[in-house]
């Protein structure tokens, strides 16, 4: 059994005061659910510490929305895994679609940075999914098969083991527009066959595939109860309390 996995990627929104009120507020509303259901909310870095603060006596994990491949030196403005594991860090999202399309980001250097989170011992959340002309034109399982390649490729049995993977059309983050249940369960069920023919049976039934784009209060139960969907990744509804902890509980 699959245990859920539900993350918050706050994205570069709240300062510090309205992120810590709206960790304690997840804390407080997910006090119940300790065991039952892995939590984990991602704020931008500079609030990291301040947010962990918030999270240190719960059950809710801390991660980062992003990585940078090297371990230190002359690469300004970037974030390595031990200065993440430094301020608490569980996970760091690699690969967001955002980081993708809005600012460039290569299968090749996604490849180096869930490599590099995972040597540092950051789990990371793997960010797939198609562009809305990807999906128009057929070519979801093409893309996704490329990124689920290029972006796992090296990865051994064991280092996969610390990876979850996130499928997130880019069509349907931040619009809306959720992906149908079956829209998803379609391509959950493609990236758990990759996950079988790229590493083994076992990796492609132990590690979770969460879904990611426009998950409300409303949808997530159903999207949940797909075979292949064992998680959420939530945005823009996971920077209200209420909302997100609604999410959090319709996937226990
Ligand atoms: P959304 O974002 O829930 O606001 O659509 C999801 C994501 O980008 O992770």
Not at 14 to 28: M, P, Q, Y
Not at 45 to 54: D, E, H, N, P, S
Request: glycine share 10%; charged share 25%; proline share 2%.
């Amino acid at each position: 059994m699959r245990k859920s996995f539900v993350a918050g990627n706050w994205k570069m929104n709240t300062d510090v005061n309205s992120g810590v009120k709206l960790a304690e507020g997840v804390v407080s509303g997910c006090n119940d659910l300790a065991g039952k259901i892995d939590i984990a909310v991602c704020p931008p870095f500079v609030y990291l510490q301040q947010v962990g603060k918030a999270l240190q006596t719960s059950h809710i994990a801390l991660g980062s929305q992003d990585i940078y491949f090297e371990q230190k030196g002359a690469f300004t403005g970037e974030i390595s895994a031990s200065m993440l594991k430094d301020v608490g860090c569980t996970y760091a999202i690699c690969g967001h679609s955002e980081r993708r399309h809005v600012i460039g980001e290569t299968d090749d250097l996604i490849n180096k940075k869930v490599q590099a989170a995972i040597t540092g011992g950051i789990l990371p959340i793997f960010c797939v999914g198609e562009l809305l002309d990807e999906r128009k034109a057929n070519k979801t399982a093409e893309v996704v098969t490329r990124q689920m390649k290029k972006g796992l490729a090296g990865l051994t049995e064991e280092k996969m083991a610390a990876v979850t993977v996130a499928y997130e059309p880019v069509w349907a983050i931040g619009t809306g527009l959720t992906a149908t249940p079956q829209q998803a369960q379609e391509v959950h069920a493609l990236i758990r066959k990759l996950l079988a023919e790229m590493f083994d049976r076992k990796i492609a039934d132990t590690i979770r595939i969460q879904y990611g784009g426009s998950v409300k209060p409303d949808n997530a139960r159903e999207l949940m109860n797909q075979e292949d969907v064992d998680g959420l990744l939530v945005g823009g509804a996971s920077l209200k309390a209420d909302d997100f902890v609604a999410i959090v509980k319709a996937s226990v």
